[in-house]
């Protein structure tokens, strides 16, 4: 069975990811850094690699026997006040060249919705500069677009379970966001498909204020929901770069922008959002 390298595995997706390779048979190498927590990630793959992923050092001899790569490797909330361009861009740029210099078979890689018409955000030129790079490469790739992750819908939730949800807008704004499950195996297919790009969502098309409506009933709340008038986004996205730093700025910037934007792609999978929200309530 081939052999994959999955860059990202300790992430939302990555975790899914690495879990349908396994199920589907092939040999799992994941990359991690030490400071990452990779601890399940020990039972599921069959080589842990750690160790600082943006310097090349870390690579050397990995991909001997490795035949095709997944990244989902990104900046989604910052932590380490690193650039877009040092890791979705750089660090994915260090898997492509030793993929290169070993001739993988292909290489998939998790960009994002509409990310080629939102270059002026920094996280997507850091990601489409990226994918440019793939598609100047000899190593045949798939680039995934993916709408929203249920991860980040999980922020309805948490203002549903305060009381009250707010949207910008009249909230009539259409997304089918995608379960980590359901997208892990659109990820893992792509390693045999021939698509230079696959745009994907969920199973279903809702607008804010109906996965808004969701939250509630998961939450079991009454709905209250306050619409703030989309100037005041627009606002706050000319002042707000005066006050962050540019670490803090880039997924406040990518947020503000998808908010006002239509994030609907061709359905797939069965997860619902209220399954998924139900979920959170045994956690909490
Ligand atoms: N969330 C969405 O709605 C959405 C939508 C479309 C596309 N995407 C993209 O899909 C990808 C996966 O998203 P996700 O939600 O699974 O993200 P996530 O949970 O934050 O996972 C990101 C992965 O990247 C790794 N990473 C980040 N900075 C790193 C660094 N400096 N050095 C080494 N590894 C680093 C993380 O490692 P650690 O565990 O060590 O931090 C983690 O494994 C991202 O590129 C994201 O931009 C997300």
New binding site residues.
Partial sequence: MKHILLA???????SFIAVELKKRGYTLTVI??K???SKDLHSIADHVIEGD??DPKTYEGVFKNIDMVIS??????QK?N?TYMD??YG?NRLLLDEGEKNSIEKFVY????HGNTLRDLA?CDAKERFVDDLNHSFVESTVIR?S??F??MEEFYEMANRGRIYLFGDGSIKANPIHGRDLAKVCVDGLNLMESEIEVGGPEVLTHKEIGEIAFKATRKPIKITYIPDWVRKFLLKILPWFMNKYSFGPVEFFLNVMAMDMTAPRYGNKKLLEHFKSLIKKD
């Avoid at 998790?110 to 919705?113: E, G, K, Q």
Wanted: glycine fraction near 18%.
């Fill in positions: 990202g595995g300790t992430g939302y997706l990555g991690v850094r400071s990452s927590k992923l943006r989902t490797v990104g900046i989604t909330k380490d690193l890791v979705d660090i998790v960009s994002v919705l996280i993916p929203g992750f991860s980040d």
